[in-house]
């Protein structure tokens, strides 16, 4: 017996919850038509199978409890999800505290697991993976910059990557506040100290 478009999508529900777009792009593979995916859709939030926000909800407890990924990851996987502009305000909920702890174990993690990498390898490296994981510089820079260093600073092959990323991100049309965040977030990954940098960076007025 074939089964009912409904049937269909509540089997996809058994194995996760699922958003709106994820159930409507499930059910368009099958190649199922539009005014059926449509009915069965609204059927579905009738019964409160699937709902959006619930869902953010959900999505933010796991979150807590297990990844601790941090806002911006948080926002690309609900986006991709299909969460709404609307719907995704829930985020902003999220306690300060509860992200900058996110961002403390994921560093101690990353700490960790490069403790026998030199410091200018060792700084990339950390940024990266903190990066991957939604946090922004300003997020971690007083956590880089508590990392011993083993040797002084190459303040010529540090001229040649400040005027590097400052050509770069200028020419990309970013000025003020913008350009600063930019080149700093490019010289971090490079393995410079985050105080260093400010200490230079503040010396130049980024227009």
Do not use: W
Not at 25 to 45: A, H, Q
Not at 59 to 86: A, P, Q, V
Not at 110 to 129: A, E, G, M, N
Not at 151 to 169: A, G, N, P, V
């Amino acid at each position: 017996m074939e089964m009912s478009t409904f049937d269909l999508a509540l089997n996809y529900l058994t194995y996760k919850p699922r958003t709106e777009k994820e159930i409507r792009d499930y059910l368009k593979k099958k190649k199922i038509k539009k005014d059926i995916i449509e009915n069965t859709i609204e059927k579905l939030k009738e019964y409160n199978y699937i709902n959006d926000r619930e869902y953010v909800k959900l999505y933010l407890k796991n979150n807590h409890l297990g990844k601790r990924f941090g806002l911006k990851k948080i926002k690309y996987d609900l986006i991709k999800r299909g969460i709404s502009e609307k719907t995704l305000t829930i985020i902003d909920q999220i306690p300060e505290e509860n992200l900058n702890d996110y961002c403390i174990y994921h560093f101690n993690k990353v700490l960790s697991s490069t403790d026998k990498v030199p410091y200018r390898k060792r700084v990339p490296k950390i940024v990266r993976y903190l990066n991957l994981r939604g946090f922004d510089y300003q997020d971690y820079s007083s956590l880089i910059s508590e990392i011993p260093k083993e040797s002084d600073i190459d303040e010529l092959k540090f001229k040649k990557d400040f005027e590097h990323y400052y050509k770069l991100y200028s020419k990309k049309g970013f000025n003020s506040s913008e350009l600063k965040s930019r080149i700093i977030r490019g010289l971090l990954s490079k393995g410079y100290d985050y105080k260093y940098i400010n200490e230079i960076i503040n010396q130049f007025e980024l227009k």
